[in-house]
């Protein structure tokens, strides 16, 4: 039975009946297992309950048992959250969803600069430097985001052809940088850790060097509180680049509030993640924390070779799961995950969305973290990466705050910054 099919149902069913029944059944699948996405399996059993077929016992035993099946971790279970909540499932809907949108403190770990020139901050760049746009937003919009028909990586990576041209003065810079903070702020981020390569903005002559001052120049316009990851990136022949890139990552490095780390992104299935050892060394020896794109496009053994390179974080790692040997130590070691779901989706990281191991992840104790990757190329934002998980998988507010918490626990930050963040988490949940 259907979400529509219940809510239709439900409309003709006697008031005391519903008190009893249904408010049990939705109540504890909202909050238990499908929070803003009620599965049929919970509705066809309030049916039943309101039919007088299953007593309202059954209705637990068997919820548990379901529960059991797709999360069998105890971490996961809200056995004492059987509420009784008011029996209109719309109500149930739109007060949970109020609630959450309002405070959640959301964080972004991985975001970057390239891929969040959305249409309005495009056009606002391109004015300050006089470069001409095509002047249908449409036609605009096509080309600052991915088609659906999206068939990889690859291609994914074509997309940032145009907002990269806009990045190539230090206005240009400095200015994206300064407004894509404060769009992500309108968004609801409370902490943001924004990732680009400094030789991807020097078309025009610009020297690495100032692009990282242009870059910070724009984080002290805003309010935000926002660190910087530099990227290298893949690709043959830019050796060079790539250990200036580490050189200049140990000039800035800040606990927090300037450069914080180092990365390593671009097309992972052309430029295995092994080839890329010679800068990741010096970046270990410099104690520059890292992080690098992994089990994106590539498979588990792109995230054993980061690891071995010492990356404190994965970027992705959704192909982490091909090695159980290496999921286990992911798990025994809590390495982070920075899992970007509709950015795998859109670049067939998974060739079937249903197959995504957001919960096999969850269950298992992996510490997964959600994040934007691109949301302007990605038509996203944080709190439709959260919605999006909500709608397909049933993740429930107890599972965001546990991903937000295990963000503070993995963010590039001080411990100041971490223990506000904490607090702000818990006041919101
Ligand atoms: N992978 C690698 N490089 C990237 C990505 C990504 O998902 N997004 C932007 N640059
Ligand atoms: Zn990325």
Redesign the pocket.
Known sequence: MTKQEFDKYIKNVDESKKELAASWAIGIGLQQVDRLNVSEYLLDLAKRNIEGEISIAEVKRLIDEYYDKRCPSRKYRYRSTYTRIPNDSKLCYTRLRGTKMKNIPYIDLHC?LD?SITLDIARKLAALQNIELPADDAELEAKLSVPESCES?NEF?EC?ALPCSLMQTIEGITESVHLVQEKMKGQGIAYLELRFAPQKHCDKGLTQKQVIDAALAGLKMSDLHTNLILCLMRDKGNEKENMETIELAKEYLVKDGGVVAVDL??A?ALFPTADFASPFAKAKEYGIPFTI?AG?ADGAGSVHTALDFGAKRI??GVRTKEDTALLEYIIKNQIPLEM?PN?NRQ?KSVDDMSKYPIWEYLAKGVKVTINT??PAICRTTIAKEFKYLEDKFGITAADEKIMLLNATDAAFTDAATKAALKKAIESAF
């Open positions: 970057h891929g990586l990576l940032f992104a671009g992972e794109h994106e970027g992705h970007c950015s670049t990757d691109d």
